[in-house]
């Protein structure tokens, strides 16, 4: 005989609304503490559930709720992601700008992008509303969603920050950092561009989110003089002032730094969180990789940043990853060689992606 919450469960599927919505309201906790309640009868009340993400918005909050919960397991997530028209409803339903339950939709897509199969968004398409000016690739509609939606004007209910997320999860895959680092044609963009200004935004969601990106990005090396070129990406202001404070540089150091970082406020605060923090290094770490890398770091005066860092940042992974960068540009080059890796590919074979 079925239990009260079995029962429960199965009013998901009910014809009367009133009934759906008081059965997802209630269920919404217990997707969280008891996922096998929604493993019945081959996943069918999973089934039910992404059914109904485009019911009345009340319900769709309640059921994209538990669907986020429930996709934390491993076969639950994997039944979702591989559902072709759900991913189609869901996409279509996220880049709608009067979505209501949009970052719930993008909280669920940034579960769904952790099983590889999804880098298939790459090459998916879809039609693009109108107010978002994009093109048909979902990957670029996703990504001017992300940076349009920042401040609340393309959709009043969302700011779509969960977005980071998917990329970040993304960019693991070599396709997808290409995607990252290669110009546009629909708008003559280079992707990381868009998003290397969220370094320094008031969402931690979007810090960790665009800092993680841009690290798995620098693991193409190829791409590291577009990275570093002032007339192309330019990403080095974008990694060094988030790691930086208030402190006042000694007058030599602080005239050779970048134009950005001069001339601080003294009430200028680092990242709060010192995860964020270990990536911009980590990221560091692997820009110097080539010898060029190297040598421009030295140039503009990352060491003294480094160094502070290294000071202030009272965590054990940050002081480590500090330690391994200052090895890295401290030591003697091989006079009149260009030794690409040595010591700093060793420091990037410990550096994983994020």
């Known amino acids: 005989m079925p239990t009260e919450l079995e029962e429960l469960v199965g009013f998901i599927a009910s014809p009367n609304a009133q009934i759906r919505l008081l059965a997802t309201e209630n269920l919404v906790p217990f997707s969280a503490s008891q996922p096998a309640l929604f493993k019945t009868d081959d996943l069918t009340p999973i089934k039910h559930l992404k059914f109904l993400i485009r019911d009345h918005p009340k319900i769709a909050e309640h059921a994209l709720t538990c669907l986020i919960n429930l996709t934390a397991e491993k076969d639950v997530l994997e039944y979702v992601a591989t559902d072709d028209r759900f991913l189609g409803i869901l996409l279509e339903l996220l880049v709608d700008p009067d979505e209501v339950n949009a970052n ?75 995607y990252f680092v290669n110009r546009q044609d629909y708008d003559d963009v280079i992707p990381i561009n868009k998003i290397k200004v969220f370094t320094e935004h008031k969402s931690d969601i979007r810090r960790k989110g665009v800092a993680s990106i841009i690290k798995n990005a620098a693991f193409d090396i190829p791409s590291h003089p577009a990275f570093l070129d002032e007339d192309d990406v330019n990403i080095l202001p974008y990694i060094l002032l988030p790691i930086m404070g208030g402190e006042v540089y000694p007058e030599d150091e602080a005239l050779e730094m970048l134009t950005d970082l001069q001339l601080l406020p003294p009430d200028k605060q680092r990242d709060p969180d010192s995860s964020n923090i270990l990536t911009h290094i980590e990221t560091l770490t692997l820009l110097t990789t080539t010898r060029a890398g190297r040598d421009l770091m030295r140039s503009i005066s990352v060491y003294p940043i480094v160094r502070e860092t290294h000071l202030r940042v009272n965590d054990e992974a940050v002081q480590d990853a500090c330690e391994r960068l200052v090895n890295v540009l401290m030591r003697d080059e091989a006079e009149g060689k260009e030794i690409e890796g040595g010591a700093a590919a060793e420091e990037e074979d410990d550096i994983v992606e994020v």
């Not at 693009?128 to 670029?140: G, Q």
């Not at 939606?149 to 980071?164: E, I, P, R, V």
């Open 104 to 178: 719930l939709m993008a909280m669920l897509l940034a579960n769904l992008t952790k099983w590889d199969g999804l880098k298939s968004l790459l090459n998916r398409k879809q039609p693009a509303p109108e107010k978002l000016k994009s093109d048909d690739r979902v990957i670029n509609q996703l990504m001017d969603l992300f940076v349009k939606g920042a401040d609340g004007t393309y959709n009043k209910h969302a700011d779509y920050d969960y977005l980071a997320y998917v990329f970040a999860d993304l960019s693991k895959h070599d396709e997808i950092r290409h």
